[in-house]
């Protein structure tokens, strides 16, 4: 079955870095891939949709300079959380749709996220 | 977008069927409905989905009603490893076909 693949699983880091958090589609190409946040005893909430070769598209409230995607192949994107502070810490997922007007989306395991 | 409706938490005896429902009484024509689960710290994984008829795969079967109002996840013999919390989903057809995820059924499998 179809593979997303998500790195790191698990990140620390002190307040003020940048982090870059890749997602790769691993046994088929993917033009569009999706970037969820979750926060602890919540669900998923959408955060962007990343398109190949074009910028992404920012859900409501999300802030573009502060969540940078790059979607530069068929078979990853990155998601880089800039000058992160200890309330960007969450747990961060994304996903790829297979081609095909119905096909589901696969994701990954998820990264968390830990700021100091 | 079409919202869905489900039960906060239920239980199940393992080796019981379980039925997870679902309500999308505003679903439109050409909107699929999928079913994930999410197991504690894990990402979402993908179950199985459906239009009008019912489905089945090697994990599941989904029943979706004649007027598409509500549809019901069926694991037929539930183990310890289903419990997770269960998301039923329409999906918002268009140019980004994103999925956007309610709060879902907490489904604890018991011994």
């Known amino acids: 079955g179809a593979v997303v693949s998500q790195h790191p699983s698990w990140v620390i880091c002190k307040s003020g870095t940048s982090v870059k958090i890749e997602c790769r589609s691993l046994?088929?190409?993917?033009?569009?891939m999706f970037w969820y946040r979750q926060f602890p005893k919540q669900s998923l909430m959408l955060m962007a949709t990343s398109n190949e070769g074009s910028k992404a598209t920012y859900e409501q409230g999300v802030e573009k300079d502060k969540f940078l995607i790059n979607h530069a192949s068929l078979t990853l994107s990155t998601l880089t959380v800039t000058s992160a502070h200890p309330e960007d810490s969450s747990f961060y997922i994304c996903?790829?749709?297979?081609?095909?007007?119905?096909?589901?989306?696969?994701f990954g395991d998820g990264t968390r996220l830990s700021i100091l | 977008d079409a919202k869905t409706t489900q039960p906060p938490s239920m239980d199940c005896a393992e080796g019981r069927a379980a039925n997870l429902p679902c309500n999308h009484s505003?679903?439109?024509?050409?909107?699929?409905v999928y079913w994930y689960r999410q197991i504690h710290s894990q990402g979402p994984q993908y179950i199985i989905h459906?239009?009008?008829n019912n489905e089945t795969n090697e994990m599941a079967s989904l029943i979706i009603t004649e007027d598409r109002k509500s549809s019901t996840l069926i694991l037929p013999h539930a183990t310890l490893r289903d419990t997770a919390v269960y998301y039923c989903i329409v999906r918002v057809l268009g140019n980004t076909d994103k999925l956007i995820f309610g709060t879902g059924t907490r489904l604890q499998v018991f011994p």
């Open positions: 046994d088929f190409q993917a033009t569009t």
């Open positions: 459906g239009l009008k």
């Open positions: 996903s790829a749709r297979e081609h095909g007007p119905s096909q589901p989306q696969h």
């Open positions: 505003t679903i439109s024509g050409n909107e699929y």
